[in-house]
């Protein structure tokens, strides 16, 4: 841990993963500070959701090693990565549909009154009203926090999961394209919460497809070519027509590939 800034939240050395023969993610070095905002870009099938999910928990790397918040950690689950601070936003928006707001916030942190053995008493109006400052906190409106979520727009819901992710201490948020599903409004209204995560210290990986919410909202660019991270530019010295040249490979302006900044 020597050569980690402190600032340096998480850190990633070699690492990879192999599903047999499939070399989904190779050699990833990638560092991302406290302060900072990352979008990992690349084409469909590049390696962009095996890194998430191998720094989050999801699957275990082949080889390679992962330093959080000043250590080297081994994580054996989400819950694992979660409880040591890094709360991960799916696509897919992993919420479940059947239970309102509060249950989805506290899901797996519910505030009991009291337990005993398998049965517990929950402090329903505890957790309403902790779910309702964290998502003031974010910035979100939702009139009635005892709805189910399964009737909320997509952008609503995602809205819960990042309020969730953004409202427990979290250290790092990780986003795997978090607005694929949405909507043009819908869109906006994350990429506000993702900019009050910024203004809020909170740092923040995210996937996306979208360049223009990408120049948008983050500081730097980690580009994925077929497993690799073949560059991590700056976003205020780059143009939208470098980053597909990065993306695609067809690189006319000889870029030094692999050099980090
Ligand atoms: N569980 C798995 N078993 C075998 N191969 C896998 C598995 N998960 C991913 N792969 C392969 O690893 C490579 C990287 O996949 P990954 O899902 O990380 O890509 P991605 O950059 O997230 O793409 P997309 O933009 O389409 O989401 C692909 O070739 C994919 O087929
Ligand atoms: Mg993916």
Redesign the pocket.
Known sequence: MNDLNKEVILKTVGLT?H??G????EDANFSISSHEHIA?V????????????SITGV?RPTFGKIFFNGKEVNFRSPTDARESGIETVY?NLALADDLDVTSNIFLGREIEYFKLGPLSWLNKSAMKKKSSELLAQTGIKIGNLSQAVASMSGGQRQCVAISRAAGWGSKLIVM??PTAALGIQETKKVEEIIKNLKERNIPVII?S?NLRQVFDLVDKIAV?RQ?RIIDVVKTSEVTGNDVVALITGLDKKNRAVGEYI
Do not use: C, M, P
């Open positions: 993963k599903y047999g499939v070399r989904a993610l990992i690349g084409d469909n099938g590049a390696g962009k959701s095996t890194f998430v999910r699957e696509q795997d394209e996937i497809h994925f497993g």
